[in-house]
T-cell receptor, first 117, second 114 residues
């Protein structure tokens, strides 16, 4: 099976712009989670989508949003970019076949490295 | 919310030695504890995980132990090799209504000297 893929791999934007990142999960996986990775804050959970619905959200401002399509592909959007948004954005997929189970293994994509100037 | 503390932040060992990384978590409802290895410029990769109904799990040179009472879990790497050099992250999850959310430790930079 192909692994989790993310596009684009690198992005350079300026403050105030917006950006959309894409994630394609492993075939058959219906849950997609997004994380922000920075040297200072480490890996932080942004949100999780399952069956086109956001089920969980981390402590990020409303400028960070996402969506999921019927084929389980997911996008995240950051509006009004700030310098502090520069980070590696990782998505991870898991089966998510049942509601309320223990967490199943998450497999990460290669990430999108965003630089805000 | 859940908080995961990871120690040490850096660890330097000689090839062939053992390495131990420790994590503590705050949410007693957490029941899934994965460990990820991230090499420079690459994605985090799962190396081993443990669930709360198990006290220890081993996979070749890698083992994880879990103490639910004390709320801590540890990664043990034996006979370390230079290719084990990477950043290691522990994480915790309670699943259920928080499915999809992993809370990560701050990471440990492991360097194995030949």
């Amino acid at each position: 099976k192909a692994g989790v893929t993310q596009t684009p791999r690198y992005l350079i934007k300026t403050r105030g712009q917006q950006v959309t990142l894409s994630c394609s999960p492993i075939s058959g996986h219906r849950s997609v989670s997004w994380y922000q990775q920075t040297p200072g804050q480490g890996l932080q959970f942004l949100f999780e989508y399952f069956s086109e619905t956001q089920r969980n959200k981390g402590n990020f401002p409303g400028r960070f949003s996402g969506r999921q399509f019927s084929n389980s592909r997911s996008e995240m959007n950051v509006s009004t970019l700030e310098l502090g948004d520069s980070a590696l954005y990782l998505c991870a997929s898991s089966l998510g076949m049942r509601r309320g189970p223990p967490q199943e293994t998450q497999y990460f994509g290669p990430g999108t490295r965003l630089l805000v100037l | 919310g859940e908080n995961v503390e990871q120690h040490p932040s850096t660890l330097s060992v000689q090839e062939g030695d053992s390495a131990v990384i420790k994590c503590t978590y705050s949410d007693s409802a957490s029941n899934y504890f994965p460990w990820y290895k991230q090499e420079l410029g690459k994605r985090p990769q799962l190396i081993i995980d443990i669930r709360s109904n198990v006290g220890e799990k081993k996979d070749q040179r890698i083992a994880v132990t879990l103490n639910k009472t004390a709320k801590h879990f540890s990664l043990h790497i034996t006979e370390t090799q230079p290719e084990d050099s990477a950043v290691y992250f522990c994480a915790a999850s309670r699943g259920g209504t928080s499915y999809g959310k992993l809370t990560f430790g701050q990471g440990t930079i492991l360097t194995v000297h030949p």
